[in-house]
Nanobody, 124 residues
Framework: QLQASGGGLVQAGGSVRLSCAAS????????VGWFRQAPGKDREFVAG???????YYADSVKGRFTISRENAENTVYLQMNSLKPEDTAVYYC????????????????????WGQGTLVTVSS
């Protein structure tokens, strides 16, 4: 089970840290991805971290967002800096026990477990 939290209202240029807490499995055994869905748009990949800690980012967030994993807290974080209004979306974390190949990290269908989503609103 995954529990996403940390969303809220932030001004452009600000920062937010999202959390994805895992239960039932140790996060170190999981590959975890963050996806987002803006109103009227398809869900898109944001960032992912594989079981071996290799990380991947969408081009639109590279250099602004950082995904990390804290095994002691059984949680994956998404630190979002320099936020833009176009980052406004519901953010979802997802996980799988599968050892994903690189290309699969970006694909929502590769993940078996999904959190409930947390809304991030960036005002201009």
């Amino acid at each position: 089970q995954l529990q996403a939290s940390g969303g809220g209202l932030v001004q452009a240029g600000g920062s937010v840290r999202l959390s994805c807490a895992a239960s039932g499995r140790t996060v170190s055994s999981l590959s975890v991805g963050w996806f987002r869905q803006a109103p009227g748009k398809d869900r898109e990949f944001v960032a992912g971290i594989r079981w071996n800690r290799s990380s991947y980012y969408a081009d639109s967030v590279k250099g602004r967002f950082t995904i990390s994993r804290e095994n002691a807290e059984n949680t994956v974080y998404l630190q979002m800096n320099s936020l833009k209004p176009e980052d406004t979306a519901v953010y979802y974390c997802a996980a799988t026990l599968s050892h994903l190949i690189t290309s699969s990290v970006y694909t929502s269908t590769a993940y078996d477990y999904w959190g409930q989503g947390t809304l991030v609103t960036v005002s201009s």
